[in-house]
């Protein structure tokens, strides 16, 4: 079975330039997962996924930050423009369905960004 | 709010020694459930062991075992005999029981020396 797939894998931007980030979850996973890994912390959600709806963005700095989930299956997150604190690990992670808190998520490798 | 505690930052073993990773969680939540999960230098999150909040049968896989705590709130994970390979992060995490996001603790290094 193939993982999660996210690219690129690495990233260096200037800060106020744009980035975007792609992911394929596991086929037939429902449910998909933005992370926020700064360096050193444990991942911090952005926005979660149900199918194509999002369920939490709480978290997600929508004033310059986006996510869309097309068709309910790949996902690319974007961020326009890019500060220096938004350098960290950005990770993907799929899960099979929302109604089954016992099921874990699967992750991807993530995509490290580093914003300059 | 759902809230996870690694108070360990970093642990040095020597190989073949036993380690123990500690945890310990908030949650209002009646039904929940809890998670460790491994994060060597290539950076995807490997997902080691789960437990529901209404289980608090302690259990061994292998080299690992876990000792859940529902009266102190505590979710603990031990590697017997480790290995070079388990150096890593180490990430407890918590999740409601309709599959809300995964609350994540800030992660304890575990470095094997040989």
């Known amino acids: 079975e193939a993982g999660v797939a996210q690219s690129p894998r690495y990233k260096i931007i200037e800060k106020r330039q744009s980035v975007a980030f792609w992911c394929n979850p596991i086929?037939?996973?429902?449910?998909l997962y933005w992370y926020q890994q700064i360096l050193g912390q444990g991942p911090k959600l952005l926005i979660q996924f149900q199918n194509n709806g999002v369920v939490d963005d709480s978290q997600l700095p929508k004033d310059r930050f986006s996510a869309e989930r097309l068709k309910g299956v790949d996902s690319t997150l974007k961020i326009q423009p890019a500060k220096l604190e938004d350098s960290a690990v950005y990770l993907c992670a799929s899960s099979p369905t929302q109604g089954q808190g016992g099921t874990e998520a699967f992750f991807g490798q993530g995509t490290r960004l580093t914003v300059v | 709010a759902q809230k996870v505690t690694q108070a360990q930052t970093e642990i040095s073993v020597v190989e073949k020694e036993d380690v123990t990773l500690d945890c310990v969680y908030e949650?209002?939540?009646?039904?929940?459930?809890l998670f460790w999960y491994k994060q060597p230098p290539s950076g995807e999150l490997v997902f080691l062991i789960r437990?529901?909040?209404?289980?608090?049968q302690n259990e061994i896989s292998g080299r690992y075992s876990w000792n859940f705590q529902k009266s102190t709130s505590s979710f603990n994970f031990t590697i017997t005999a480790s290995q070079v390979v388990d150096s890593a992060v180490y990430f407890c995490a918590l999740r409601g029981n309709y599959g809300q996001n995964f609350v994540f603790g800030p992660g304890t290094r575990l470095s094997v020396l040989p």
């Open positions: 086929s037939g996973h429902a449910t």
């Open positions: 949650t209002r939540d009646t039904t929940y459930y």
């Open positions: 437990r529901n909040s209404f289980d608090e």
